[in-house]
Nanobody, 124 residues
């Protein structure tokens, strides 16, 4: 069992930045692919970004250039740096992990383990 815990959410003004962190348990963190998803009020959960065990990154097109995913295997942690935040970025942000090799990591069903989420609120 892998435990995933997000942190770093909060309230920020439009144009500001936040860095989310996600810590995952396990001695084989470096072999996990990690993903970030978000769910805005009244909407379905959507893919934000992923970073593979190999270091390869994927982003949803609409967020490229503003959000950056990274990982620190020594700390068993993945980060989501969010810049130039907009009110429409308001959502609960979820971190997910998988040790399985997939053809794609852009959908929820690619991941086995999920955190409880962290709230990000962007005020206008």
């Amino acid at each position: 069992q892998v435990h995933v815990v997000e942190s770093g959410g909060g309230l920020v003004q439009a144009g500001g930045s936040l860095r989310l962190s996600c810590a995952a348990s396990g001695r084989t963190f470096s072999t996990y692919t990690m993903g970030w998803f978000r769910q805005a009020p009244g909407k379905e959960r959507e893919f934000v970004a992923a970073i593979a065990w190999s270091g390869g990154r994927d982003y949803v097109d609409s967020l490229k250039g503003r959000f950056t995913i990274s990982r620190d295997n020594a700390k068993n942690t993945v980060y989501l740096q969010m810049n130039s935040l907009k009110p429409e970025d308001t959502a609960v942000y979820y971190c997910a992990a998988t040790a399985n090799r997939r053809s794609s990591y852009l959908t929820e069903d690619a991941y086995n383990y999920w955190g409880q989420g962290t709230q990000v609120t962007v005020s206008s």
